[in-house]
């Protein structure tokens, strides 16, 4: 079965041979019967690949049941080692990733490639408030929207969603860069807005998974962070400096206002923090260096 999604001037072909349909796996022998058999049914002659990273149930029997191929890790890597897996072993132009424990509803793959006709090089499906787990997860995503959306210097709808479509080609050019953890999202979403490609969000509905979720809040909570942190410093290292040299440039003028104000002196405090921003500032300066040459190396 083939689709065609037009738009203006710009057509896509969906043939068989052109899309990958990549669903990580641990452990989903509940969800994996009923996931596939919707696949199989909207998408009959789209790739469907299911990663099995190392479960210790009948994921993979039921996969192959179900005529999907099957990728398998000897041992657990994590969610990101099993997207890069699926990568390589895929060969359609166009990917679409998913989990395979019944959150997302293969129906709406359509819209994702319907989106992604319209010249865009990304699409991601953007849940909701209500589709969030908890209201814990519901805060913590929406300060991770944030920081990365003021990164990268644009707005990001859902940074950490899991199902989205891509061209393979952009993607592949990443995949290098992507933990073998459960931060790929925020990774691939990162970079993707700073090599200049185009990203769109539309919104979906997340329904809840069955079985038990294998992210833990807090640890993954703090990966998620240190992942944000890593590729700010890595493609915008000037903003990321630049605001903690604000931050102390400003902690040192209230300083040296108030001991001027109470004593009429300059402090060895002040000075510290003011030479502090500076130095903050220069590192910054000297990463914004090094990251456009790697740049420039690579293009």
Known sequence: ??????????????????????LPCLNEAQSLQPVLSQLKTHYP????????????DE????????????????YSKGNGAAIKSGVRAAKGDYLVFMDADGQHDPKDIERLLAELAQGYDMIVG?????SQASFGRFCANSFYNWFAGWMVGHP?????????????????EFLYLLPNAFSYPTTITMAFFRAGYSVAY?????????????????????????IIFKIGTLYAPLKLFGAFSVGFFSLGLGYYTYTYTMGGRFTNMGVL??????????????SEQITQLLYSRKE
Do not use: C, W
Not at 59 to 68: K, P, V
């Open 1 to 22: 079965m083939s689709k065609e999604y037009k738009h203006q001037k710009m057509t896509v072909t969906i043939e068989p041979a052109n899309l990958s349909i990549i």
């Open 45 to 56: 002659d789209a790739e469907i690949i299911v990663v099995d990273d190392g479960s210790t």
């Open 59 to 74: 994921s993979a029997e039921i996969t192959a049941q179900a005529g999907a191929k099957v990728v398998r890790h000897p």
């Open 126 to 130: 953007a849940r909701g408030a209500k």
């Open 156 to 172: 990001i709808a859902d940074l950490t969603s899991g199902f989205r479509a891509v061209r393979a080609d952009k993607f592949k």
């Open 202 to 226: 539309i919104p979906i509905v997340a329904h809840t998974r069955i079985g038990q979720s294998h992210i833990k809040l807090l640890r993954d909570g703090i990966r998620f962070l240190l």
């Open 273 to 286: 923090l003011f030479i502090t921003s500076v130095l903050i500032f220069l590192f910054g300066l000297v």
